[in-house]
């Protein structure tokens, strides 16, 4: 149970030594409860101290890592259940499933090394494998893990084998990359927990629902591995929703230790479409890892996507580039508009511009994220500013006619507009973006 | 320490609304619990998606999804009854887009006309929408909302420019209202009032807080539909409790992910499992934050979602 400022202040050593960056022990003492300081910061706590609060004061969903290296994927340490509250921190890694006996294995593996691609200024990548042992043999298993760590070097390793001695064999072999072992089951909790306390290795607990899942993570945890994975069992749509939602919920409205660990599920299905879209049900729905069964480039381009979108931070505006953005394929003659770079701004003018099938160069200016209203009052889409940014355009080689299309919010800055852009025609838009094809239109 | 099922209860529930005549119609909403966790509370209704057609040939659909209707799209009559019999359509929304002033600017007389015809071809309910011109919906929904006098349709969009007439006509003939707004939870918040202040029932209140495609904007959709249904259910709000209506087809098929060849762009795989994946997983991402009502165009997509919906439930 999370304890109050008060109760952790009682705990320190209440001199007021500043050692810690806050002015006094109580303030210290308030941050922790809030989760904004960490008790290492405080040099003079007892030990005892210590161990009190760290249980006290870990995350309600632990965090670590999947993978090692600088492609490692950070899972946990999630706060909300609803991303409008706050930013969901750690996005889900998308994992593909390739079985031991499967031929192509080398090949996904090869697919995998090279699923990156490159979203709004996001990288973004197949981040995992998982190795499944449908084989039952140790040899095998050992040699298919091995390739597929070879071919796909940056991704992060999923050992998907419930026998002990296989996943034993296999570990050892890629035991730098720390494969996540999935898993441990009632019936092997003991053998696959020593496995992965020998080598650092994260471990999922597979449970048949919630009740047997928290009793399985304190068993393992009663081994001593912490980094703990949870797989409750959930198949269909229906329990990985509920699964997901009961397990976020009691661990951070319930502090319910057994589940405050990140969540695996498994999404495979026959149809690739399909299970895009029940893999896009567990990225909305709390998952930190989703296994698929293919990567076909127009599913990981998809799934990345929603991620990225359910993955946004709401209180930061999303931005695009600032630059001139070429619409359909506008000649000198085309017409040249400009707006700002708040996200949604861009994308429902640049949508308004497509519809009205006229082919126009679209300016879209950076004012950190703001959309046009927002800009010009906050004074960041000024006349001055605006000015600057199409002289340094070099818009004005490409078009033939220099003439600006300002959105109708800012028809004020039109004189002012004139003055600074010498040689400039200002024309005043229409106000509401959804006015932008009948105007196109008419103008040509 | 045992586990205990973590329950959240609330005192609001989602208004349900009908829609539709006879046999095949449809009831949306009834939700008490927030979407698909019917561990905690009512979920009486599915999401129900409506296959969109037009009234004029879709020109502007990408070919991916045009080559869908090749052979039924030169008339609403026949795209349909294509829809109902052979798609096992459970609801098809007509769009008017042949009365914008760009795209025809066809009078409402020969929207009604349209309309009638499309009624005495299909037995499953239709909703009727506009082509988005605020001035022109203005006119045509009015007539459209005459021509299906008694057919309990679905009619929209009012916004905030011309819901007056709109609500006027759909009160007077029975219909359901969708009321449109820009992705605000406030705005939305505040056409209802409006609306509900004609003396419009809010039981017969459908609330779209405008849709985005996945990647451009899906996030402002998806928080702000949870919102509304947060509002709805945990604050009790009556003026949130409307079930919420999905345009997702129109969002999806303009998009680059939806229009733009493989050979354009290597890394994003073939366009045609592109373009049905794009609209699969906007609409999923609507119908997990609050989507009761969805309008979908391509077949495959449609299909994915009623399984997923059927796995969710």
Not at chain 1, 417 to 439: C, H, M, Q, S
Not at chain 2, 278 to 296: D, K, P, Q
């Amino acid at each position: 149970m999370a304890l109050t400022g008060v109760q952790i202040f009682k705990l320190l050593p209440k001199t007021n030594c500043k050692k810690c960056g806050f002015p006094t022990c109580l303030a210290f003492a308030m941050k922790l409860a809030q989760g904004g300081a960490d008790i290492s910061a405080c040099p003079d706590v007892s030990e005892e101290a210590k161990a009190t609060l760290g249980e006290a004061s870990a995350p309600p969903i632990r965090s670590f890592n999947l993978g090692t290296g600088d492609k490692a994927v950070k899972m946990g340490a999630e706060t909300v259940m609803f991303r409008h509250e706050k930013k969901f921190v750690n996005p889900c890694a998308v994992a593909v499933n390739v079985k031991d006996t499967d031929d192509n294995l080398a090949a996904t593996a090869e697919a995998v090394a090279q699923s990156e691609i490159d979203r709004v200024g996001q990288k973004l990548r197949v981040d995992a494998i998982s190795i499944e042992c449908a084989s039952g043999d140790s040899a095998t298993y050992e040699a298919a893990v091995k390739s597929v760590a070879e071919k796909a070097p940056d991704a992060a390793l999923i050992l998907n084998c419930k026998d002990a001695a296989a996943v034993e064999a296999a570990v050892k072999a890629v035991a730098d990359r720390k494969p996540l072992i999935n898993g441990a089951t009632d019936e092997n909790a003991e053998a696959m927990a020593a496995i992965a306390k020998a080598h650092a290795c994260p471990l999922v607990a597979s449970a048949d629902g919630l009740e047997a899942l928290s009793t399985l993570t304190e068993k393992i945890k009663g081994f001593g591995v912490e980094d703990i994975v949870l797989d409750s069992g959930a198949k269909s749509a229906k329990e990985i929703i509920e699964h997901n939602t009961q397990i976020r919920r009691a661990a951070l409205k319930k502090s319910f230790k057994p589940l405050g660990y990140p969540v695996i599920n498994n999404v495979i299905r026959d149809d690739s479409i399909l299970e895009a879209s029940i893999a896009s049900v567990a990225i909305a729905k709390y998952a930190s890892i989703v296994v698929i069964s293919s990567i076909e480039k127009w599913k990981t381009l998809a799934l990345f996507t929603q991620r990225q979108n359910i993955y946004t931070d709401p209180q930061v505006p999303m931005q695009v580039e600032q630059k001139i953005y070429e619409i359909g394929e506008p000649t000198a003659d085309s017409p040249f508009m400009i707006t700002t770079n708040f996200s949604l701004t861009y994308f429902i003018v640049s949508g308004e511009v497509e519809n009205s099938k006229v082919p126009s160069f679209l300016a879209v200016m950076d004012c950190e994220g703001l959309s046009v209203l927002t800009a010009w009052a906050a004074g960041k889409f000024t006349a001055a500013k605006i000015a600057a940014f199409i002289q340094e355009s070099g818009i004005a080689d490409k078009i033939s006619t220099k003439e600006l299309i300002l959105p109708g919010q800012v028809a004020i800055l039109s004189g002012a507009l004139e003055d600074k852009l010498e040689g400039w025609k200002i024309t005043v838009g229409p106000r509401e973006a959804n006015a932008i094809p009948t105007y196109l239109k008419g103008r040509a | 320490m045992s586990f205990v099922v973590p329950k959240e209860s609330f005192n609001g529930k989602v208004l349900s609304v009908d829609f539709g005549a006879g046999d095949k119609s449809l009831v949306i909403g009834g939700d008490s619990a927030l979407p698909f966790l019917a561990f905690e509370g009512e979920i009486p209704n599915k999401p129900v998606i409506a296959h969109e057609i037009q009234d004029c040939a879709p020109d502007d659909w990408p070919e991916t999804v045009r080559n869908e209707y090749k052979d039924v799209s030169g008339d609403p009559v026949t795209w349909a009854k294509h829809c109902q019999d052979q798609l096992n359509a459970k609801a098809i929304a007509l769009r008017l887009v042949s009365t914008h002033p760009d795209r025809g600017d066809r009078s409402a007389e020969e929207a009604s006309q349209t309309i009638k015809d499309v009624l005495a071809a299909v037995n499953i309910p239709l909703i009727i929408l506009g082509s988005n011109h605020i001035e022109k919906d203005a006119s045509v929904l009015v007539s459209a909302a005459e021509a299906a006098s008694g057919q309990n349709c679905v009619i929209g969009k009012a916004q905030e420019g011309n819901y007056k007439t709109i609500v006027a006509a759909a009160l007077a003939h029975n219909h359901k209202l969708i009321a449109m707004s820009e992705l605000d939870i406030n705005l939305a918040k505040q056409l209802n009032i409006l609306i509900t202040q004609m003396g419009f029932d809010k039981e017969k209140l459908i609330t779209d807080p405008m849709c985005s495609a996945l990647g451009y904007g899906l996030e402002y959709t998806y928080s702000v539909m949870e919102r509304i249904r947060l509002a709805g259910l945990a604050q009790n709000d009556p003026t949130m409790q409307p079930p919420i209506f999905g345009d997702v087809g129109m969002y999806v098929w303009k998009v680059k992910e939806t229009v733009a060849e493989e050979n354009e762009v290597p890394d994003w795989g073939t366009l045609a499992e592109r373009g049905v994946a794009w609209e699969t997983l906007t609409a999923t991402s609507m119908i997990l934050s609050g989507t009761n009502l969805l309008v979908m165009r391509h077949p495959r997509a449609i299909e994915n979602i009623e399984k997923t919906v059927d796995e969710l439930v």
